[in-house]
């Protein structure tokens, strides 16, 4: 089994940053890709970025993409969001997520993901 335990939501302006970190314990040498959903009220969880293990496959929902970038620290078993230019749009509960199939990063989705934090809320105010 694999633990994820996100840290660093909260509440900022838009236009301002915020730093998401997600621990993984456990079985981490199992974990291929990780990556970050958000789910907005009433909305779909969707993908906002993911990393490969080889940290060299990087991708980004378009929505994202130039604001957020995504790293890891496969020594330390955590993976970061910086978050940056932020907007009210980017309001949702964010989560941290694994797999361990070795799939593309490129192509996660929800379903594919093995292992799930349980959220931290990133709250931005127009």
């Known amino acids: 089994q694999v633990q994820l335990v996100e840290s660093g939501g909260g509440l900022v302006q838009a236009g301002g940053s915020l730093r998401l970190s997600c621990a993984a314990s456990g079985r981490t040498f199992s974990i291929f890709g990780m990556g970050w959903f958000r789910q907005a009220l009433g909305k779909e969880r969707e993908f906002v970025a993911g990393?490969?293990?080889?940290?060299?496959?990087?991708y980004y929902a378009d929505s994202v993409k130039g604001r957020f970038t995504i790293s890891r620290d496969n020594d330390k078993n955590t993976v970061d969001l910086q978050m940056n230019s932020l907007k009210p749009e980017d309001t949702a509960a964010y989560y941290c997520?694994?797999?361990?199939?070795?799939?593309?990063?490129?192509?996660?989705?929800?379903?594919?993901?093995?292992?799930w934090g349980k959220g931290t809320l990133v709250t931005v105010s127009s």
């Open positions: 997520a694994a797999e361990t199939s070795g799939r593309a990063v490129k192509g996660l989705s929800p379903s594919l993901m093995n292992y």
């Open positions: 990393i490969s293990r080889s940290l060299v496959g990087t």
